[in-house]
């Protein structure tokens, strides 16, 4: 199975920084990585496809890059409703796997 | 517009089976494939598998072969999930989402989670 590592698990910020999470995999997945926001009591919420395409109806400040093993997600400015649980997972072969998520939280 | 509507809560007792309803509506629903991905309390998201509509055809986890069987009812545009020999850490939110149909097998739209409680 591949292994889907994120980092930082946790990371605290404040309304209008830019953070970077990192996602790396046990081997090289090309480009079919996602990513999903997750709040609290609630579905996940695709955010990126294929690495760096942006899902209809998300804000243009998520954006995603990487292929192989290596791979991030950039807020450019976060606003008060991105604190929330961030996935990415391995759509490359089955089974799927998922980091084990990085928690945003309120400086 | 789509959407994802799953049955309510459940509560059984270990060794029980649970069966989950996922019904699509808003698109042709056997032109993308319906996965199932579970989350524990507190913890993280776990793939059980997938279906494609159209056909049927299914991919498990080795983790869950033998205890898992998903279906789907064209008819009515519902997929279900079937969990066997429960046990309590199969205590978990249950979530279908579709698979859209590109390359990238993105998991796109979700159902709202249905709560399932394994306790004696």
């Known amino acids: 199975d591949i292994q889907m590592t994120q980092s930082p698990s946790s990371l605290s910020a404040s309304v209008g920084d830019r953070v970077t999470i990192t996602c790396r995999a046990s081997?090289?997945?090309?480009?079919?990585l996602n990513w999903y926001q997750q709040k609290p009591g609630k579905a996940p919420n695709l955010l990126i496809y294929?690495?760096?395409s942006l899902q209809s109806g998300v804000p243009s400040r998520f954006s995603g890059s990487g292929s192989e093993t290596d791979f991030t997600l950039t807020i450019s400015s976060l606003q008060p409703e991105d604190f929330a649980t961030y996935y990415c997972?391995?759509?490359?072969?089955?089974?799927?796997?998922f980091g084990q998520g990085t928690k945003l939280e309120i400086k | 517009q789509v959407q994802l509507v799953q049955s309510g809560g459940e509560v059984k007792k270990p060794g029980a089976s649970v069966k989950v309803s996922c019904k699509a509506s808003?698109?042709?629903?056997?032109?993308?494939?319906i996965t199932w991905v579970r989350q524990a309390p507190g913890q993280g998201l776990e793939w059980m598998g997938w279906?494609?509509?159209?056909?049927?055809?299914?991919n498990y986890p080795q983790k869950l072969q033998g205890r898992v069987t998903m279906t789907t009812d064209t008819s009515t545009s519902t997929t279900y999930m079937e969990l066997r020999s429960l046990r309590s850490d199969d205590t978990a939110v249950y979530y279908c989402?579709?698979?859209?149909?590109?390359?990238?097998?993105?998991?796109?739209?979700w159902g709202q989670g249905t709560p399932v409680t394994v306790s004696s």
């Open positions: 989402a579709r698979v859209f149909s590109g390359s990238f097998g993105q998991f796109d739209f």
């Open positions: 808003g698109y042709t629903f056997t032109r993308h494939g």
């Open positions: 279906i494609t509509t159209y056909n049927g055809y299914t």
């Open positions: 081997q090289s997945i090309s480009n079919y």
């Open positions: 294929a690495a760096s």
């Open positions: 997972q391995q759509s490359y072969s089955t089974p799927y796997t």
